[in-house]
């Protein structure tokens, strides 16, 4: 089946730092790819997508490039701020068929600490 | 302004005792889903459904149990054979994936249950 896995966290960065958190995936399919973030007792919220091979997505400083030949979908931002201390999360959906029609399937996610 | 909310925010149950965890939307999706979330574990898939009146197992379905009998709700009964169900649960939806392709889910707030 498909799988997400996420670098081990915690991150924990200074203010105006760089970024980066790694996701791999696999897939039977061509899957869609994201990154959602959710913050202290909230539900989740969509941070950026790609849909298709070489695909960037962008929102809030925040980017990640859709690479099938790595299969991978890292997120990065150039420069962290206090509020972006959250935890998030990669997650794919293969909806070309197959067992895996119609599910989203998540990594373990990545808790960000950004510092003063 | 459309949405999923889930209630209640925080729930207490005694052992050996059901409860029912609400989940509505007002986005007209077609597709809803169930999640069990616990510290380091991420985002794990209990229950899904594409269309009304069908639903599918996810990879945690033992000891849970829901209904789909309209588009809007899509209910989650924890049952008394759920060993441990005390975590995180969020609720999520989005468009069908036949007609809309690899769209993006959006989710609620979540609820809180602890077993005492």
């Known amino acids: 089946g498909n799988s997400v896995t996420q670098m081990e966290g915690p991150v924990t960065l200074s203010e105006e730092a760089f970024l980066t958190i790694n996701c791999t995936y696999t897939?039977?399919?061509?899957?869609?790819l994201f990154w959602y973030v959710q913050y202290p007792g909230e539900g989740l919220q969509l941070l950026l997508k790609a849909t298709k091979a070489d695909d960037k997505g962008s929102n809030k400083g925040f980017e990640a490039t859709y690479r099938k030949e790595t299969t991978s979908f890292h997120l990065e931002k150039g420069s962290v701020q206090v509020s972006d201390s959250a935890v998030y999360f990669c997650?794919?959906?293969?909806?070309?068929?197959?067992?895996?029609?119609?599910?989203?399937?998540f990594g373990q996610g990545t808790i960000l600490t950004v510092h003063p | 302004d459309g949405g999923i909310t889930q209630s209640p925010k925080y729930l207490f149950r005694k052992e050996g005792q059901n409860v029912t965890l609400s989940c509505e939307q007002n986005?007209?999706?077609?597709?809803m889903y169930w999640y069990r979330q616990d510290p380091g574990q991420g985002l794990r898939l209990i229950y899904y459904s594409q269309i009304v009146n069908d639903f599918q197992k996810g990879d945690i379905a033992e000891g849970y149990s829901v209904s789909r009998e309209k588009k809007e709700s899509f209910p989650l009964t924890v049952t008394s054979a759920q060993k441990n169900p005390t975590a995180f649960y969020l609720c999520?939806?989005?468009?069908?994936?036949?007609?809309?392709?690899?769209?993006?889910?959006?989710f609620g707030q979540g609820t809180r249950l602890t077993v005492v």
């Open positions: 986005l007209n999706h077609d597709a």
């Open positions: 997650a794919l959906s293969d909806d070309a068929g197959g067992t895996s029609y119609g599910k989203l399937t």
């Open positions: 897939a039977t399919g061509y899957p869609s």
């Open positions: 999520a939806s989005r468009k069908s994936s036949v007609l809309s392709g690899n769209t993006e889910a959006f």
